[in-house]
Structures are given as C-alpha cells and as structure tokens.
C-alpha cells in the first residue's frame, strides 16, 4: 500500500520538486518503507510506499519504464498482474521485478488508458506518458483507494489524501459551507465534492485523461444493477458457485512478500474469510480483534475468542478505553475532512494493534453492501406495511416512541423505534435513508437557526433507481455507490493506512461483486432473514450459532462516553468561545443538543461525535497557518 501526489502544470511552466516533495512528506504513514519525487518537465509524480510484494530497490515509487518514457506513481495492489505477464511476454515484453507496477506499465504500453479493464484489484495511479505528453488517473472499480484533485488555469494538483494537496503553493482552504446540511445529515460529504471549496474526489471505476490541453474524464466501471426478486429463484443454484468466487477472492488477496493476518469480529463476514484463509495457509493464521470495556452491548470479543478457537487461529485482542478519544484530532487529521462514523476509533486501534505484527490484513467489509446484511434493508421494507395500520394506532405507537428515554447501549430500543417511526411516515427509499442518518431535518434548523433549503437526501434518492425492480434490489444499488465508497471505505482506508497497514477486502473483488448482483434479491434478504444466500456458503465452516447470530456492526459506545466520563471534554470543545465564534449554529443550540444527551432524554452520541470533528477538523485545517498533525497519543 502506498500514497502518491503529483502536479501538472497546465501553462506548460515545470513542475517544482520542493513543493512535490512537502507533499509527498504528508503521506509518510502511508508509505514509510521509500518515497521519492521525480520533475518530469510539465508533471511532477512522488510516491511513498509501503513494500508489500517485491520489496527489492528496484520496485521504488514511481516506477519508471526500461526507457523512462512511463512513469507511475501508485497506490495498492494488483491481484492478477502474475497471470497477465505470460501474454505479455509473448508480446516482447520483459520484467525486471515481480512488482505489479511493472505489469501495469507493460499493459498500458498494450491498452493505453484502457489498461484499466484488465486489472483485478484495488488501486489509485497516476501515470505520465512523456512522448504523448499525456497524464492518466484512475481508481479501481468499487473505490477502495482514494484520489483528489484540485484544478484551476494554471495546473492540476492531485494526491492520495486532501492534507498533501493542501501543501502544494496557493491551494486554498475554505470550508464549502454549502456542504453543511449533507454532512449533518449524513456524517460525511459524499463524492466527488469535498469539505473543501474547489477540491473534488475522483470517482471509483473512473479514468482522467489530460492530452493536448484537454481533460477528459470517464468511467470504465459501474456496479452491474442487482438482480431483482425471482420467485422462482433456488437458493442451492447459488450457493456453490458463490462459495467458488469467494474462495477465489480470498486466495488472491494472499499474494504477499510480508506477513499478512485477518481482521476477525466474530461476525459472519470476518468468519467466513477467516475459515478461508485457513484452508490456504501452511500456519495458523493471525486474527486480531477489539473489544469495548464497561460496555459489553458492543464488545464482540466473546464471539471472535470462539471462532478463532474454532479455526485454530493466532488470535490477539485490544480493549478500547474512553480515553481513546484523545485520538480524535490524530483521526480528523487522517480523515482530512470532518467524518461522523465514530467507528473510526477502534478500526484505527485494532489496525495499530494488527500492524504490531502483520503488514497486511484481510477483512470482512462489503458483505452486508453485497448481500443486503443490515436491518434497514428489511426495515425499508415493512414501511409500507406499517403505513397500511390505521392512523390511531400509528400515531399511538409514535406518541409512546417519542416519550422513551434512549439508553447508550447498542441497538437501544427507544432510539430504533423513533427512528423507525419517523422514517416511515415517507416513501420506503426515503425512509431507508432516513434510518442512517445522524442529524433529522428538524435537528439541522435548531442548529443552523432556520431550515437551509437544501435537501440533505435528494443526492441519495437520485442514488436510487425508479425502474420498477423491487426495493431491496434498487437499495443494494443505492448503497454500491454512497455509503460503500464515502463511508465505510474512507474509514478503513484512513484508519489503516494511518497505522501503516495495508488491508485488503475479498468481498470487494470486482468479479465476485458481479457475480452477487446477479442473484436474485429475495435470496439475499428473505423475510427478516438477511444475507441468506451467504448464510448457506458459510454452512459447513463455520457453526450454525455464528451464521445466525444477529448482525452487529462496529459501534462505539460514544454515547455513555459523552454522557459521564467524556461530558466536560465536549464541552469544553464544542462550547469554545472560538468554536461559537464560527457562526455555523444558532447560539445555544449546541448547548442544548448536549443538555438533552445527559439528562438522557435523546441519545446524541454520534451527534456529538460528528460536531466534535468538524470543530477540530476547523482547528486543524482551516484555523491554522499550515496545517500540521497532531501527535498520537496513546
């Protein structure tokens, strides 16, 4: 894994090796095995790399063709690049590494731009073709690694992470206020804007081309729509050529020169591509977990202790403190932008915890995005059922909703009822978003003193296509290209590559997430029942009582945290005289949204989290003179 930066400078002037090289020092973490910046007249590449496969001299970032007519600069790993070479020997070409990179440089010398559509893997590059005069970006299909850009008349700045960019001479930093109700709404700004006026993100499965003084961007990739309901559909079709692909997927992703290891939660997903690896492995294979103390409503360690004893793994195990929220500016700092999902904490800790002895882990992401596994796929569908109950009973049940206390424990009850209720008085896909968002519209006009005539939601409902497939079906395309790539992707990017680790995410194979959108969407969610068809290739490795359990994601307890021992900390920032001073929101109404958490009236843990961000993401990017990191402190 790796980070790059680089600079274009669109008036033909050259590019300057000091300002590469302050940017290429920002992405250090990402890369700390070798880094270097190379001038190429008018285009400026530098990398830093993390030496994962081939960790010879000769695979140092860029890369450079036998000739120096190619230059790459490269983030991630290509999974198929040893099976392409043969053809491409046969073609005159040769290889002095075993580096991906290499191989990429060969199939564009074959392919052009397009080279792109042979490669299995996750990957950002940019790629300077000297004699052509012709820079190319691009981004792997579902958006597993990141790449922005700044533009204006005289050059275009692009690089793995917002903070590298920022280094470049007259980039501005200015919040764009126009992004606010989203992220309220939403805990993140969602592609390809950013929080930041005039820098955008590179969509996933797109390709930019700068050539004669024209930029062209286009995509090469989209999630293939989801197959829909088909009451003819037979789960046992499906469940050995899915068991097949995702084998497949897992034994490509042990391609390393390094020690790799597992993320493992004890959930279905980590299992599942924990028991495969096993099946691959000459050793036991090393897991890593994490786990919360004082709350055990969270704490999936049990669960992870028995599957790891089960497969006969090299486990280890974290526990989280509440003073882990020391870590938040060393996080917003990593994020670059303010980011709501408080999961953040514990996916860096058990990545630091990991790369204490791995440099690379595989991990479970993509098989609820993949297989409908969260509640609110089920949820979106009951809407219409419960609007079909008559108007007293609805309105008794919200009236009794709004009444309950919300308790900090995972799933409280009070809070998902609320949230049910009020999602279900809009259509099922409006209520399907409204089932995962942070701040309520009423929420955002107390904060921001009125409403802000934006719609937090019309860019997601456009996210959901209206051609007459059922829900389920058109939800699982919805959630492919927003909350995937926007959130749970920048998440395990940032905080992995923050500790240095690379990870690597099966599910997330292109091919299989073809073949999953294939099958029918009633043998993904049936009834209540989610991600059935997975349920079935997990039959036979793994026990019946981990594939059924219920789902239970990667939370943190921030709302018993925020409510005892961390209530003066979020006081002390969010009610700042300089953080009031900002003009975001009405004047007392942050006070009262942190009243009412701890009196335990409304549960605002992830609300809190989310201005918590946004306030030290102000301090730390636009506040300050140059933006620099904080230091970690645990």
Same mark, same amino acid.
């Given at each position: 894994?790796?980070?790059?930066?680089?600079?274009?400078?669109?008036?033909?002037?050259?590019?300057?090796?000091?300002?590469?090289?302050?940017?290429?020092?920002?992405?250090?973490?990402?890369?700390?095995?070798?880094?270097?910046?190379?001038?190429?007249?008018?285009?400026?590449?530098?990398?830093?790399?993390?030496?994962?496969?081939?960790?010879?001299?000769?695979?140092?970032?860029?890369?450079?063709?036998?000739?120096?007519?190619?230059? *790459?600069?490269?983030?991630?790993?290509?999974?198929?690049?040893?099976?392409?070479?043969?053809?491409?020997?046969?073609?005159?070409?040769?290889?002095?590494?075993?580096?991906?990179?290499?191989?990429?440089?060969?199939?564009?010398?074959?392919?052009?731009?397009?080279?792109?559509?042979?490669?299995?893997?996750?990957?950002?590059?940019?790629?300077?073709?000297?004699?052509?005069?012709?820079?190319?970006?691009?981004?792997?299909?579902?958006?597993?690694?990141?790449?922005?850009?700044?533009?204006?008349?005289?050059?275009?700045?692009?690089?793995?992470?917002?903070?590298?960019?920022?280094?470049?001479?007259?980039?501005?930093?200015?919040?764009?206020?126009?992004?606010?109700?989203?992220?309220?709404?939403?805990?993140?700004? /969602?592609?390809?804007?950013?929080?930041?006026?005039?820098?955008?993100?590179?969509?996933? $499965?797109?390709?930019?081309?700068?050539?004669?003084?024209?930029?062209?961007?286009?995509?090469?990739?989209?999630?293939?729509?989801?197959?829909?309901?088909?009451?003819?559909?037979?789960?046992?079709?499906?469940?050995?050529?899915?068991?097949?692909?995702?084998?497949?997927?897992?034994?490509?992703?042990?391609?390393?020169?390094?020690?790799?290891?597992?993320?493992?939660?004890?959930?279905?997903?980590?299992?599942?591509?924990?028991?495969?690896?096993?099946?691959?492995?000459?050793?036991?294979?090393?897991?890593?977990?994490?786990?919360?103390?004082?709350?055990?409503?969270?704490?999936?360690?049990?669960?992870?202790?028995?599957?790891?004893?089960?497969?006969?793994?090299?486990?280890?195990?974290?526990?989280?403190?509440?003073?882990?929220?020391?870590?938040?500016?060393?996080?917003?700092?990593?994020?670059?932008?303010?980011?709501?999902?408080?999961?953040?904490? /514990?996916?860096?800790? *058990?990545?630091?915890?990991?790369?204490?002895?791995?440099?690379?882990?595989?991990?479970?992401?993509?098989?609820?995005?993949?297989?409908?596994?969260?509640?609110?796929?089920?949820?979106?569908?009951?809407?219409?059922?419960?609007?079909?109950? /008559?108007?007293?009973?609805?309105?008794?049940?919200?009236?009794?909703?709004?009444?309950?206390?919300?308790?900090?424990?995972?799933?409280?009850?009070?809070?998902?009822?609320?949230?049910?209720?009020?999602?279900?008085?809009?259509?099922?896909?409006?209520?399907?978003?409204?089932?995962?968002?942070?701040?309520?519209?009423?929420?955002?006009?107390?904060?921001? $003193?009125?409403?802000?005539?934006?719609?937090?939601?019309?860019?997601?409902?456009?996210?959901?296509?209206?051609?007459?497939?059922?829900?389920?079906?058109?939800?699982?395309?919805?959630?492919?290209?927003?909350?995937? /790539?926007?959130?749970?992707?920048?998440?395990?990017?940032?905080?992995?590559?923050?500790?240095?680790?690379?990870?690597?995410?099966?599910?997330?194979?292109?091919?299989?997430?073809?073949?999953?959108?294939?099958?029918?969407?009633?043998?993904?969610?049936?009834?209540?029942?989610?991600?059935?068809?997975?349920?079935?290739?997990?039959?036979?490795?793994?026990?019946?009582?981990?594939?059924?359990?219920?789902?239970?994601?990667?939370?943190?307890?921030?709302?018993?945290?925020?409510?005892?021992?961390?209530?003066?900390?979020?006081?002390?920032?969010?009610?700042?005289?300089?953080?009031?001073?900002?003009?975001?929101?009405?004047?007392?109404?942050?006070?009262?949204?942190?009243?009412?958490?701890?009196?335990?009236?409304?549960?605002?843990?992830?609300?809190?989290?989310?201005?918590?961000?946004?306030?030290?993401?102000?301090?730390?990017?636009?506040?300050?003179?140059?933006?620099?990191?904080?230091?970690?402190?645990?």
């Amino acid at each position: 894994m790796c980070g790059l930066c680089g600079v274009l400078s669109l008036d033909g002037a050259p590019a300057a090796l000091p300002a590469l090289e302050a940017m290429n020092a920002c992405l250090e973490h990402r890369g700390p095995d070798q880094g270097r910046a190379l001038v190429l007249g008018m285009c400026g590449l530098a990398s830093r790399r993390l030496a994962v496969l081939d960790l010879s001299p000769a695979a140092a970032l860029p890369m450079q063709s036998a000739d120096g007519a190619i230059t *790459v600069a490269y983030n991630g790993e290509i999974y198929n690049h040893l099976a392409l070479r043969p053809a491409l020997e046969q073609r005159g070409h040769l290889f002095r590494t075993t580096s991906d990179v290499e191989t990429l440089i060969a199939l564009y010398r074959e392919h052009g731009p397009r080279c792109v559509e042979h490669l299995r893997g996750m990957f950002a590059f940019a790629l300077w073709d000297a004699p052509r005069g012709r820079l190319v970006l691009a981004r792997d299909r579902l958006g597993k690694k990141p790449l922005y850009l700044y533009r204006d008349a005289r050059r275009l700045v692009f690089a793995s992470e917002i903070k590298a960019i920022l280094r470049y001479p007259d980039v501005p930093r200015r919040f764009d206020r126009a992004q606010l109700p989203l992220l309220l709404a939403y805990g993140y700004v /969602p592609a390809p804007q950013t929080a930041f006026e005039g820098i955008e993100m590179l969509l996933p $499965g797109t390709l930019l081309v700068v050539e004669d003084g024209a930029i062209r961007q286009e995509t090469y990739w989209s999630p293939p729509p989801a197959a829909p309901a088909d009451p003819d559909a037979r789960l046992e079709d499906y469940v050995e050529p899915l068991r097949a692909a995702l084998d497949e997927a897992v034994r490509l992703r042990l391609l390393s020169d390094v020690p790799l290891g597992a993320f493992l939660s004890g959930g279905l997903d980590s299992s599942l591509i924990v028991a495969l690896m096993a099946r691959h492995a000459t050793e036991p294979v090393k897991t890593f977990a994490i786990g919360f103390s004082g709350e055990a409503s969270y704490d999936e360690t049990p669960y992870a202790r028995r599957v790891a004893t089960l497969l006969g793994t090299d486990h280890h195990e974290f526990v989280v403190e509440p003073d882990a929220i020391e870590l938040l500016p060393f996080l917003v700092w990593h994020h670059d932008q303010p980011f709501g999902d408080s999961s953040a904490i /514990p996916t860096y800790l *058990v990545s630091k915890h990991t790369r204490e002895h791995v440099t690379v882990a595989l991990s479970g992401d993509g098989g609820d995005e993949l297989f409908a596994g969260y509640e609110r796929f089920y949820a979106a569908n009951l809407v219409a059922r419960y609007r079909r109950l /008559p108007d007293a009973l609805r309105g008794a049940v919200a009236w009794a909703a709004d009444r309950l206390p919300e308790a900090t424990s995972y799933r409280g009850p009070a809070q998902r009822v609320r949230r049910f209720v009020s999602g279900a008085a809009r259509s099922p896909e409006a209520a399907y978003f409204s089932f995962v968002r942070l701040f309520d519209d009423a929420q955002i006009a107390a904060l921001l $003193g009125g409403a802000s005539g934006a719609d937090p939601d019309a860019h997601f409902l456009m996210c959901v296509p209206q051609d007459g497939r059922d829900l389920t079906a058109r939800l699982l395309d919805a959630n492919l290209t927003t909350y995937l /790539p926007d959130d749970l992707l920048i998440k395990a990017d940032r905080s992995s590559m923050a500790a240095s680790l690379e990870t690597r995410a099966p599910f997330l194979d292109h091919v299989l997430v073809e073949m999953a959108a294939a099958i029918p969407s009633n043998l993904k969610l049936r009834g209540a029942t989610t991600k059935a068809v997975l349920k079935e290739v997990a039959r036979g490795i793994l026990p019946d009582a981990i594939i059924d359990r219920p789902k239970h994601g990667f939370g943190v307890p921030v709302g018993r945290w925020f409510r005892t021992e961390l209530a003066p900390y979020a006081r002390e920032i969010l009610l700042d005289p300089a953080a009031q001073a900002r003009g975001l929101f009405r004047p007392g109404a942050v006070e009262s949204l942190l009243d009412e958490h701890e009196r335990g009236r409304r549960n605002h843990g992830q609300r809190i989290w989310l201005l918590l961000t946004l306030e030290w993401w102000h301090r730390l990017f636009i506040d300050a003179e140059t933006p620099a990191a904080p230091g970690e402190p645990l």
